[in-house]
């Protein structure tokens, strides 16, 4: 069994004033074996976003599920859901009144963990993350890389299944992007499986995988095997071309 099983799903946002309908999601069907470190790409406006928060549950499917462990997420708390995804955000949504610290403990802190458990998470996650020094400032006093590797110990600090991103490096400048690359490469050789939204090709090659998406439907995978990152990305840039020329669904 996979760890996350995405099965038929659809979207279809309608506007109730002037009765429009888009279909965001067609048909979506793919899995994640645990361990593994997935991209998502496909041009804008091509459902990628939907998708990511239909699987974190931020979002519900017109029809079809997803499974997680067998699962239906759909069907569960939002502490479940909280307790087993972590959630990493292009724009960071850090809270600003709170501390960096407060901010990476606030998943424990809607879980009512008592404050020792929550260091002894923290502390070496934060290590890992290069921002011990930065946990007593507030997210406005540090720059956009280490905003987002707050919000990435965020998204770890309860030991999720599964970090989902939406484009995590779309607001960072290349050596900031670079980071959090190599720190998802880290975390995923250490045994964290990730699912994170990309349109950089750069981003992408860093995974294991990428699945394609175009006009709601998967459209084509690609993997990575034992390539370096620069042939990988390569074969990205060839599928992009391939995708954009071909008007026809495969
Ligand atoms: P991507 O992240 O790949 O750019 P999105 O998932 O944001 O794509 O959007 C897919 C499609 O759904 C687009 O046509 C977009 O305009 C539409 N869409 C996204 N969110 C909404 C919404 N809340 N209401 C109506 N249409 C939406
Ligand atoms: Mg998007």
């Known amino acids: 069994m996979a760890l996350l099983e995405v099965r038929d799903l659809k979207k279809i946002y309608s506007s109730r004033f002037s009765g429009t309908q888009v279909q965001a999601l067609d048909n979506v069907n793919f899995d994640v074996q645990e361990g593994e470190f997935v991209a998502i790409m496909g041009e804008s406006g091509s459902g990628k976003t939907t998708l990511l928060n239909i699987l974190a549950a931020l979002d519900r499917p017109t029809a079809g599920k997803v499974l997680l462990n067998g699962r239906d997420l759909g069907k569960e708390r939002a502490a479940f859901r909280r307790s087993h995804l972590g959630f990493v955000f292009q724009d960071f949504n850090l809270l600003d009144t709170f501390t960096n610290k407060d901010n990476a403990l606030l998943p424990l802190v809607l879980a009512k963990e008592k404050y020792p458990v929550m260091m002894k998470k923290l502390t070496p996650l934060a290590e890992t993350l290069g921002i011990s020094s930065i946990l007593k400032k507030y997210p406005y006093e540090v720059?956009?890389?280490?905003?987002?590797?707050?919000?990435?110990?965020?998204?770890?600090?309860?030991?999720?299944?599964?970090?989902?991103?939406?484009?995590?490096?779309?607001?960072?400048?290349?050596?900031?992007?670079?980071?959090?690359?190599?720190?998802?490469?880290?975390?995923?050789?250490?045994?964290?499986?990730?699912?994170?939204?990309?349109?950089?090709?750069?981003?992408?090659?860093?995974?294991?995988?990428?699945?394609?998406?175009?006009?709601?439907?998967?459209?084509?995978?690609?993997?990575?095997?034992d390539r370096s990152s620069s042939e990988f990305y390569e074969d990205i840039s060839r599928t992009l071309t391939m995708m954009s020329r071909k008007g026809e669904r495969a």
């Open 143 to 225: 720059s956009g890389g280490q905003k987002q590797r707050v919000s990435i110990a965020r998204a770890l600090i309860t030991n999720p299944e599964i970090l989902l991103a939406d484009e995590p490096t779309g607001a960072l400048d290349s050596r900031s992007s670079e980071d959090v690359l190599n720190l998802f490469t880290r975390i995923n050789q250490e045994g964290q499986t990730i699912l994170m939204v990309t349109h950089s090709m750069k981003a992408a090659s860093y995974a294991g995988r990428v699945l394609f998406i175009k006009d709601g439907r998967v459209f084509h995978q690609i993997y990575k095997g």
